[in-house]
């Protein structure tokens, strides 16, 4: 295996012209953490953030990206639910650490992964992953959705409320979405909303 990966670093803030391909170490597992190659990230708009120092990074130069899909090369010392082939997504949580999906390769702890089924496909997985999550979060712990409740989501259109009105749909909830513009009414009610405003 190689000792050096590709990766999209910023050595300071700013636009996208900040945005430089490096050649960077990449390291073998250790206990506890498996190599994985790339084969779709995630871009989201915490990126930005990021890229312009508003969720700064631990130091500079540093590599962008929260989330990712692809195919585990190399298992360390105790990991055991996945297993070298196994394909995988992950998040860090948006402007969580550790970032660093911005690159062909990666050492990882596995604590992260989650082993996709076949019927997921990488660029889905690595698109929709923090997404999913943060829909999981808002309506399993922040407050549990079930048959009769009524609710309202922002953003209904964008992409945690798409995933966030079909799931509530599912789970048997009248679902109000509220968008930002006639034309995203559409995306809403394709979504699952039952009602939508603008």
């Not at 490096?22 to 708009?45: C, K, M, W, Y």
């Not at 953030?49 to 090369?73: D, F, I, M, Q, W």
């Not at 009769?148 to 259109?157: K, Y």
């Not at 109000?176 to 939508?196: D, M, Q």
Request: hydrophobic share 40%; net charge negative.
């Amino acid at each position: 295996m190689t000792d050096t990966t590709n990766a999209i670093r910023v050595h300071a803030y700013g636009g996208p012209e900040v945005l430089q391909m490096d050649s960077i170490p990449l390291a073998q597992p250790g206990a506890g953490e498996v190599r994985l190659r790339h084969t779709a990230i995630g871009v989201n708009f915490a990126d930005i953030h990021t890229r312009n120092g508003r969720y700064p990074l631990p130091e500079l130069p540093g590599c962008l990206g929260s989330e990712g899909a692809g195919v585990v090369e190399a298992v360390g010392d105790g990991v055991e639910f996945v297993s070298v082939g196994d394909r995988v997504a992950y998040s860090s949580g948006g402007h969580a650490l550790p970032r660093g999906s911005y690159c062909e390769a990666r050492t990882m702890n596995v604590d992260r992964l989650i082993v996709l089924p076949d019927n997921i496909d990488d660029a889905t997985a690595a698109a929709m992953t923090t997404k999913g999550l943060t829909a999981h979060y808002l309506i399993h712990d922040v407050y549990p959705v079930g048959p009769g409740d009524t609710i309202a989501v922002h953003a209904a259109a964008g992409g945690v409320g798409q995933i966030l009105c079909q799931w509530a749909n599912h789970l048997g909830a009248r679902v109000i979405g509220i968008v930002g513009s006639e034309g995203k009414e559409t995306h809403a009610a394709n979504a699952g909303c039952h009602h939508t405003l603008v």
